[in-house]
């Protein structure tokens, strides 16, 4: 069965460093998300994106982040100047076409700031 | 805006005992329900779902029945195994826009031998 593949699985990253996490969504997947989960806690939407723009955006989401598809298979989140509380699980996942199919999650970037 | 609400762990069962995990949500229009486990470590799976009322999704013995009436989504299982320790997230999707994803809180089972 197709995967979301996220690279790399863990990312130490000292603060105020720029850092891009990498996916690989199912490659007929339409619409692309980045999610995160501080540990111990619930998992917060942060983009949403189809047709090489940004369908939606949390407040989460600031000025620091950045989201690309720069070629048919790579789905990057890039964080400009790191924080301490950007210490999280970030997921990235694809949908299909259909209204209600689900999403497909990668198994997450551990990001690390010291 | 949309919300999903389930019930506070942890949840400590024995093997074999049954298992309810409770949610409800709070949306506009018709959105789709799932519930995903994560087990220790790993990332998020799609365990179940259900996309209009009445619907019932079901997988290794998990079962979750979408009542529109109740704004509810429960998950049960008849007979929980030590392998079915893990966080489990209730959530929903839209059926319009973007599609993103609400969780719940997530409910963290420990099942004892």
């Known amino acids: 069965e197709p995967e979301v593949t996220q690279t790399p699985s863990h990312q130490v990253t000292q603060m105020g460093q720029e850092v891009i996490l990498r996916c690989v969504p199912i490659s007929n997947h339409l619409y692309f998300y980045w999610y995160r989960q501080i540990l111990g806690q619930k998992v917060e939407f942060l983009v949403s994106?189809?047709?090489?723009?940004?369908?939606?955006k949390s407040e989460i989401f600031d000025d620091q982040f950045s989201v690309e598809r720069p070629d048919g298979s790579n789905f990057t989140l890039k964080i400009r100047s790191t924080k301490l509380e950007d210490s999280a699980m970030y997921f990235c996942a694809s949908k299909g076409q259909a209204s209600n199919q689900p999403q497909h999650f990668g198994d997450g970037t551990r990001l690390s700031i010291l | 805006g949309d919300s999903v609400t389930q019930m506070e762990g942890p949840v400590t069962l024995s093997e074999e005992a049954f298992l309810t995990i409770n949610c409800t949500y709070t949306?506009?229009?018709?959105?789709?329900l799932f519930w995903y486990v994560q087990y220790p470590g790993e990332g998020l799976q799609l365990l179940l779902k259900a996309t209009k009322a009445d619907d019932k999704g079901s997988n290794k013995g998990f079962e979750a029945t979408y009542r529109k009436e109740t704004t509810s989504f429960h998950l049960e299982k008849g007979s929980v195994q030590v392998s079915d320790s893990a966080v489990y997230f209730c959530a929903l999707s839209g059926n319009t826009g973007g599609f993103k994803t609400i969780f719940g809180a997530g409910t963290r089972l420990f099942v004892k031998a």
């Open positions: 949306a506009t229009g018709y959105p789709s």
């Open positions: 994106f189809y047709n090489n723009e940004i369908s939606e």
